[in-house]
């Protein structure tokens, strides 16, 4: 049986988990949720690395064999997400991006039309674009056409741990895109990854549910395990639901004589 590997801008993945690397206590215990997560992408935001400073560079507590994924936190326009991802570069972290563009300051919502704005000109410049958006059929299909490697819908807003309250939209996205669907922020607990990925997601995105978990670390290998778990039930098959109760068993027929 061939193995069913992620495939994100021509790199092949064999974990459909992607963590994050903020709201940890103690940043030092990212190598061990890496370990148990098995996870083989990270996402950082650019405001915390400090590269003159290794006491508070996150950077000192990454694996090198991972693979990085800068984000534009804290951009509110696509000219300020350009310039956080060029000077991701230049500092060698890569060229992965995850484009993050908010405007918006109470609920965190991206702003979809300055996301298509950035992607269009880093996936011009040679990055790997993975844009964090709201869930949109249109949008989605636009941010595919000026060359995301992916697309990120948020499942709830960003930090809440609701779950996938946009669930029906993914769904749409899932069926009618053709690069991966990744479902990123909102994601609370190990069941709601599963739920996602039994939808047919490609990946999941996940960081305050296991950062803010009472043990990050046992938390990080249960995300792993329901990624795995969902993932497997997706394609084996999920059997069809129905309102009507259908017998496991015939019955009629053993009693007949």
Same mark, same amino acid.
């Given at each position: 049986?061939?193995?069913?590997?992620?495939?994100?801008?021509?790199?092949?993945?064999?974990s459909?988990?992607?963590?994050?690397?903020?709201?940890?206590n103690?940043?030092?215990?990212?190598?061990?949720?890496?370990?148990?997560?098995?996870?083989?992408?990270?996402?950082?935001a650019?405001?915390?690395?400090?590269?003159?400073t290794?006491?508070?560079?996150?950077?000192k507590?990454?694996?090198?064999d991972?693979?990085?994924?800068?984000?534009?936190?804290g +951009?509110?326009?696509?000219e300020?997400?350009?310039? =956080? *991802?060029?000077?991701?570069?230049?500092?060698? %972290? &890569?060229?992965?991006? #995850?484009?993050?563009?908010?405007?918006?300051?109470?609920?965190?919502?991206?702003?979809n039309?300055?996301?298509i704005?950035?992607?269009?000109?880093?996936?011009?410049e040679g990055?790997?674009?993975?844009?964090y958006?709201?869930p949109?059929?249109?949008?989605?299909?636009?941010?595919?056409e000026?060359?995301?490697?992916?697309?990120?819908p948020?499942?709830?807003?960003?930090?809440t741990?609701?779950?996938?309250k946009?669930k029906?939209?993914?769904?749409?996205?899932?069926?009618?895109?053709e690069?991966?669907?990744?479902?990123?922020?909102?994601?609370g607990?190990?069941?709601?990854?599963?739920?996602?990925m039994e939808?047919? +997601?490609?990946a999941v995105l996940?960081?305050?549910? =296991? *950062?803010?978990?009472?043990?990050?670390?046992? %938390? &990080?290998?249960?995300f #792993?395990?329901?990624?795995?778990?969902?993932?497997?039930a997706?394609?084996s098959?999920?059997?069809g639901?129905?309102k009507r109760?259908?017998?496991?068993?015939?019955?009629?027929?053993?009693l007949?004589?």
């Open positions: 049986m061939a193995k069913d590997l992620l495939n994100i801008g021509g790199v092949e993945l064999n459909r988990l992607l963590i994050g690397t903020g709201k940890f103690d940043d030092a215990i990212i190598p061990d949720v890496i370990n148990s997560s098995q996870s083989q992408v990270i996402t950082v650019m405001r915390r690395v400090d590269f003159e290794s006491q508070e560079n996150i950077m507590y990454i694996p090198k991972m693979i990085l994924l800068p984000n534009t936190s +951009a509110r326009t696509a300020e997400a350009v310039r =956080i *991802a060029r000077l991701a570069r230049a500092a060698g %972290m &890569g060229n992965w991006i #995850k484009i993050e563009v908010i405007s918006d300051q109470k609920y965190l919502l991206p702003d039309y300055e996301t704005k950035a992607t269009e000109i880093l996936a011009k990055f790997i674009v993975l844009p958006m709201s949109d059929l249109m949008v989605a299909k636009k941010l595919e000026v060359g995301a490697a992916a697309v990120m948020l499942g709830a807003p960003i930090g741990n609701r779950g996938l946009t029906e939209l993914i769904e749409i996205l899932i069926d009618e895109c690069k991966p669907v990744i479902v990123d922020a909102g994601i607990k190990p069941s709601q990854a599963c739920e996602a939808l047919g +997601a490609d996940v960081n305050t549910a =296991i *950062a803010t978990a009472g043990d990050p670390i046992v %938390m &990080g290998e249960a #792993k395990n329901a990624v795995e778990a969902g993932r497997a997706y394609l098959g999920v059997g639901v129905t109760a259908v017998a496991s068993s015939p019955l009629t027929g053993f007949s004589n």
